[in-house]
């Protein structure tokens, strides 16, 4: 959130609608502030805050070199988005909606039964910052996602899985809905 005082507001608002909030006082996470936690219907644990600490140069290594090389990593720049799995994803786009002013961008509907499927959520000019799809299973992460600036950034990003063996599903890729990326 943009200043500490926006975290009572969103407190207030998500008590309202029946949602069980929790303070946490800062310095419980090193260099982070005061947070609000909340649970969505879909078992989802979500943390606001307002203040972080910028941290020091670089994580900590065992046998260092004599000087700290600054950590580069795959270049991303900030949080993009993340999409969520769970059973009742239309509570859990509620509480965005009514308590953390969202708005629904898109919807998957099955056309048959008029379930939805998926709910595309954003608080910026981005197509979504979140998103929750139905899934018969609650708590389950589908992906998240980073801002890289440029394709070379993101052949960069490529190197890196490849050369670090992380697991990788897919990608990149650009969504059907919302045209996400």
């Given at each position: 959130?943009?200043?500490?005082?926006?975290?009572?507001?969103?407190?207030?608002?998500?008590?309202?609608?029946?949602?069980?909030?929790?303070?946490?006082?800062?310095?419980?996470?090193?260099?982070?502030?005061?947070?609000?936690?909340?649970?969505?219907?879909?078992?989802?644990?979500?943390?606001?805050?307002?203040?972080?600490?910028?941290?020091?140069?670089?994580?900590?290594?065992?046998n260092p070199d004599v000087w700290v090389i600054e950590p580069r990593g795959m270049r991303a720049t900030r949080f993009d988005h993340c999409a969520l799995?769970?059973?009742?994803?239309?509570?859990?786009?509620?509480?965005?909606?009514?308590?953390?002013?969202?708005?629904?961008?898109?919807?998957?509907?099955?056309?048959?039964?008029?379930?939805?499927?998926?709910?595309?959520?954003?608080?910026?000019?981005?197509?979504?910052?979140?998103?929750?799809?139905?899934?018969?299973?609650?708590?389950?992460?589908?992906?998240?996602?980073?801002?890289?600036?440029?394709?070379?950034?993101?052949?960069?990003?490529?190197?890196?899985?490849?050369?670090?063996?992380?697991?990788?599903?897919?990608?990149?890729?650009?969504?059907?809905?919302?045209?996400?990326?």
């Amino acid at each position: 959130v943009v200043k500490d005082a926006d975290l009572n507001h969103f407190a207030e608002r998500l008590l309202d609608i029946g949602v069980h909030v929790d303070v946490i006082p800062a310095g419980s996470d090193p260099g982070v502030g005061r947070k609000i936690r909340f649970n969505t219907p879909t078992q989802h644990v979500f943390e606001l805050y307002a203040e972080m600490e910028l941290s020091a140069t670089g994580p900590a290594v065992n046998n260092p070199d004599v000087w700290v090389i600054e950590p580069r990593g795959m270049r991303a720049t900030r949080f993009d988005h993340c999409a969520l799995n769970g059973v009742d994803i239309s509570a859990s786009a509620k509480i965005f909606v009514d308590a953390l002013d969202f708005s629904v961008t898109e919807e998957l509907v099955d056309e048959g039964s008029g379930t939805r499927l998926g709910i595309f959520l954003s608080c910026s000019n981005k197509a979504h910052d979140v998103a929750f799809l139905g899934y018969p299973e609650d708590g389950k992460i589908h992906h998240t996602s980073f801002n890289l600036e440029s394709w070379h950034d993101v052949g960069h990003a490529a190197d890196i899985i490849s050369r670090y063996d992380i697991s990788l599903d897919i990608g990149p890729t650009r969504h059907g809905i919302t045209r996400g990326q």
